[in-house]
T-cell receptor
Framework: DAEITQSPRHKITETGRQVTLACHQT?????MFWYRQDLGHGLRLIHY???????NKGEVSDGYSVSRSNTEDLPLTLESAASSQTSVYFC???????????FGSGTRLTVV | KNQVEQSPQSLIILEGKNCTLQ??????????LRWYKQDTGRGPVSLTI?????NTKSNGRYTATLDADTKQSSLHITASQLSDSASYIC????????????FGTGTRLQVFP
């Protein structure tokens, strides 16, 4: 069965370190997204991609970057981790239009 | 500013009872509205998707309604089960970009035996 997987599930890192969160999907979806989820906020969009070599900034992109070298993967990199980036991160993929929007199980990141 | 607001923030009910969760939105122009269920420690899972022209959509014991004129939606859960304990998130897409999802902060539902 097609799926979307995130790794690691949990990560603790130190302030200032570079961290990369992985997202891999086998739905063959063109669109992929990264969100963060914090108490008191709805999921907020960090970066998204509509296809290979395409990347776009979302509403909370500062301090994050992504790259899309193939259809299946959209890794999220925190260039220099900050305590404000402690959060739960969700990857999602979709076909364009209504329907078919699938989320991964999330990565809980703690920056100490 | 486009917003999606949900009420109540949290809700406790007994197993077997019905409940209704509310969602008000100001997103305009509007394309579709989704309800997601998010279990603790998991990603959101889609329950229903409605376009602006649909009034109701069911998925088993879950029934979503939509009033595009008043910009309100509700999610009704019938004969609740312990497994319904989760957060329920209302999500709206504007018509100018159907891939842009605007999330509510969710309603935390707890079902007790």
């Amino acid at each position: 069965d097609a799926e979307i997987t995130q790794s690691p599930r949990h990560k603790i890192t130190e302030t200032g370190r570079q961290v990369t969160l992985a997202c891999h999907q086998t739905w063959n979806h063109n669109n992929m997204f990264w969100y963060r989820q914090d108490l008191g906020h709805g999921l907020r969009l960090i970066h998204y991609s509509y296809g290979v070599q395409d990347t776009n900034k979302g509403e909370v992109s500062d301090g994050y970057s992504v790259s899309r070298s193939n259809t299946e993967d959209l890794p999220l990199t925190l260039e220099s981790a900050a305590s404000s980036q402690t959060s739960v991160y969700f990857c999602a993929s979709s076909e364009s239009g209504v329907g078919g929007y699938t989320f991964g199980s999330g990565t809980r990141l703690t920056v100490v | 500013k486009n917003q999606v607001e949900q009420s109540p923030q949290s809700l406790i009910i007994l197993e077997g009872k019905n409940c209704t969760l509310q969602c008000n939105y100001t997103v305009s122009p509007f394309s579709n509205l989704r309800w997601y269920k998010q279990d603790t420690g998991r990603g959101p899972v889609s329950l229903t998707i409605m376009t602006f022209s649909e009034n109701t959509k069911s998925n088993g014991r879950y029934t979503a309604t939509l009033d595009a004129d008043t910009k309100q939606s509700s999610l009704h859960i019938t004969a609740s089960q312990l497994s319904d304990s989760a957060s329920y998130i209302c999500v709206v897409s504007p018509s100018y970009n159907t891939d842009k999802l605007i999330f509510g902060t969710g309603t935390r539902l707890q079902v007790f035996p």
